[in-house]
């Protein structure tokens, strides 16, 4: 088997749909035979189920994967509350480092091959992890190309504009950004989408319908 293939999906912000987006794009590519593993590295926000804290969104990754994975090495850390990494981590009095993060995603690839990872992010690009670094600089280490989900929603174009411009400066490989409708009620939905297409500068993945799916080829 080659190396896997990592994608990494980050959003606008919060509540854009990166785990919606993160599952239908490990469904889509099990259904094309590829052995898939989601990652959520850090999370926040959740409870205890069966003894272990555990995040939803973690279990929705959980959830869509063709092989099996114990919940910590999907999520290996795991705040209760529903806050900002960093400041999870300062309540709890834990440090995140980048390059623990990454040590631990590489010793997954190599203890469970599969063809594709798919990492999901917190928040949006520039959610910090600690003092000095953010989620952003997790993907440049690892070397991941990167997808952008944008929540199709009053005030996403300046976001999304922003967002991929900081994505693109990175240096990062850059494989396009997703339009999530997260809002059934949008005004102008079309011209909203076509001035995104116009003003980022790699190509739009996929359309999402709320509640919809879609087969994700080429990835």
């Known amino acids: 088997m ?3 293939k990592q994608l990494f999906i980050t959003g606008t912000d919060t509540d854009c749909g990166k785990t919606y987006i993160s599952k239908n794009i490990i469904t889509s590519l099990a259904k094309q035979n590829y052995q898939v593993k989601g990652l959520k590295p ?3 926000g959740a409870q205890i189920i069966n003894g272990e804290l555990k995040n939803d969104d973690a279990l929705a990754l959980i959830s869509a994967m063709n092989i ?8 290996p850390i795991c705040f209760p509350e529903p806050i900002a990494p960093h400041i999870a981590a300062a309540i709890h009095q834990q440090s995140l480092s980048v390059q623990t993060i990454v040590d631990s995603i590489h010793e997954t ?6 063809d594709y990872t ?3 992010g917190a928040g949006g690009w520039f959610v910090p992890l600690n003092e000095q670094a953010y989620f952003s600089d997790l993907a440049i280490a690892l070397q991941a190309e990167v997808v952008l989900v944008v929540g199709m929603k009053l005030g996403c174009i300046n976001h999304a504009i922003l967002t991929a411009n900081a994505i693109m400066n990175s240096g990062v490989k850059f494989k ?3 339009a999530n409708c997260i809002d059934r009620q ?3 939905f079309e011209e909203n989408l076509q001035t995104l297409k116009t003003h980022i500068q790699v190509p739009c993945l996929a359309v999402v319908e709320h509640d919809g799916e879609i087969d994700w080829q080429g990835f």
Request: hydrophobic share 50%; charged share 5%.
């Open 176 to 178: 396009g950004w997703v």
């Open 186 to 188: 949008m005004l102008n």
């Open 42 to 44: 850090i999370a926040s």
């Open 2 to 4: 080659m190396l896997t």
């Open 118 to 120: 798919i990492i999901e």
């Open 68 to 75: 099996n994975l114990p919940y910590h090495i999907v999520n």
């Open 109 to 114: 690839n190599q203890n469970y091959l599969t």
